[in-house]
Each structure stands twice: as structure tokens, then as C-alpha cells.
């Protein structure tokens, strides 16, 4: 999230989807989210918990997770709890009142912070960029001038999937782009992270930015290596919350 807020109640809505819709067991759920202070100070994280404290296993808004046990998933929360720093802002407990088989897990939406230096030294740097198909991601939070901080953090991971730019800031959004390197990715104010048609393909190589979703030269360029960058900046005047999924 860059420094230039707007359309508060969309974004949070968008970072709710991203992390949490089917479990966050999807093709490039969001698994970490750089806030701005500005968005802190504006209620987003507030916004964000109150978005997933309505899911429910009444509606399948949350459910199972195939792929990690809730064992898994609670030791990694454990992990990252043992950072300096670091806490819980929601979530962080297993499901109740349920019959999900032990093979699977079971688990609360969570977002556990962790503080931009601390998740940048070397000890710490792994177990913050370990991505768990799951309802689960981290959070951290940036200045203005630490710009270069969150680029350190993009370019060290080691899969450079689908990014988004939640900025309409044309500067800040040059510099993001032009210091990463990412596959398909959004940018503007309804930046996402997911949501891609059928015709999203994957570029040869082994290049993330060899990507495209949906346009004519998405499906006429499909073997090049070219970079796909969607803009998405408006919210229409009389958007309403839809109901989470």
C-alpha cells in the first residue's frame, strides 16, 4: 500500500479477498502486505480484521486447509512470534466447534506483524517470506524514505509471483515497478493480488515477467517475455461491500 490513501473500505475489502477468500488456497493469495503509515493511521488494519471476523464456516467463508495441518500452521505462527516485535493483530487460533479431520487444517483468518528491520535481517528473513497456502499473512508496516527497504525485501524472495501496487501515485508506482521484478501485477488504487480469467498464462524461461492475463497481447505475445502490468485505479462512486466468498 503505497503513501497516497484512498477508498479505505475498497482496499480493505480487496486485502481481505486477496488473503483470505477460499482459505487463501489460490494462485497468488496475498501472503504479505506492506502498509504505509499513512493507511495505518487511516484504520486499514482495523478494517482488514473486521473483514475477516465475519467469515464463518456457517457460510464457507473459512474452512479447511488441504495442503497444512493445523499443527503446521500454528508452530510457523509460533516462529514468527518469537521475532522481536512482532504480534498477532488477528486470528492466531485454531477453529472451534467443528468436525475438519486432523489431516487438514483448521485455523482462524491470521495476520501476524512483523517490523520492516527486523524482517530484513538475515535470521529472521526466511521464516517471514515462507508463504502457507492458508489463511495466513504477514504484515509490516513502512516511512516515507523507506521505500528502498520494501524493495530489499520484494527482490531478496526467492519466487517473484504476482504483485500489486496499491497506489495511484504515479512516482511511487514508477519506482516500485522499475526496482522489482514480478510476474503479472497490479497497479492503482484496486490493485490485487488474485482474480485472474481463464486465459492467465505463464511466459516460458523461467521469467515472472513473462506473464499476462486477459489482453490481446496477453494471448497474441504468449511466448515472449514481455511484462504484463495492469492499471486499475478508479472506484466507482456507489461501490458497496459485497458479500466475502
Known amino acids: 500500500l503505497g503513501p497516497d490513501v484512498s477508498n479505505v473500505d475498497y482496499v480493505a475489502w480487496q486485502c481481505d479477498q486477496d488473503a483470505y477468500a477460499s482459505q487463501g488456497q489460490k494462485c497468488s493469495a496475498q501472503s504479505i502486505l506492506f502498509v504505509h503509515e499513512n493507511w495505518e493511521k487511516a484504520g486499514i488494519l482495523d478494517k482488514i480484521k473486521s473483514n475477516a471476523s465475519k467469515r464463518t464456516l456457517d457460510d464457507l467463508t473459512i474452512g479447511p486447509v488441504l495442503t497444512h495441518t493445523t499443527e503446521d500452521i500454528m508452530v510457523h505462527i509460533h516462529k514468527l512470534l518469537k521475532i522481536p516485535g512482532a504480534s498477532i493483530l488477528f486470528g492466531g487460533d485454531e477453529l472451534h466447534d467443528h ?99 481463464q486465459n492467465h498464462w505463464f511466459g516460458p524461461m523461467g521469467d515472472p515477467r513473462g506473464a499476462g492475463i486477459g489482453t490481446p497481447e496477453a494471448i497474441q505475445l504468449v511466448w515472449s517475455g514481455h511484462r504484463e502490468i495492469i492499471f486499475d485505479t478508479l472506484v466507482p462512486d456507489d461501490w458497496t461491500q459485497p458479500k466475502a466468498t
Open 99 to 197: 468436525n475438519i479431520p486432523s489431516v487438514y487444517g483448521a485455523v482462524q483468518p491470521t495476520a501476524v506483524f512483523v517490523p520492516l528491520k527486523e524482517m530484513l535481517k538475515e535470521e529472521h528473513f526466511e521464516t517471514c517470506v515462507t508463504e502457507l497456502f492458508a489463511p495466513f499473512q504477514v504484515v509490516t508496516s513502512y516511512e516515507d524514505g523507506e521505500d528502498d527497504l520494501v524493495i530489499e525485501a520484494c527482490e531478496r524472495m526467492s519466487h517473484h509471483l504476482t504483485a500489486a501496487v496499491v497506489s495511484n501515485d504515479v512516482q511511487f508506482q514508477n519506482k516500485i515497478l522499475s526496482n522489482t521484478v514480478n510476474g503479472t501485477t497490479y497497479a492503482g488504487v484496486r490493485a490485487r493480488t488474485t482474480g485472474a480469467p
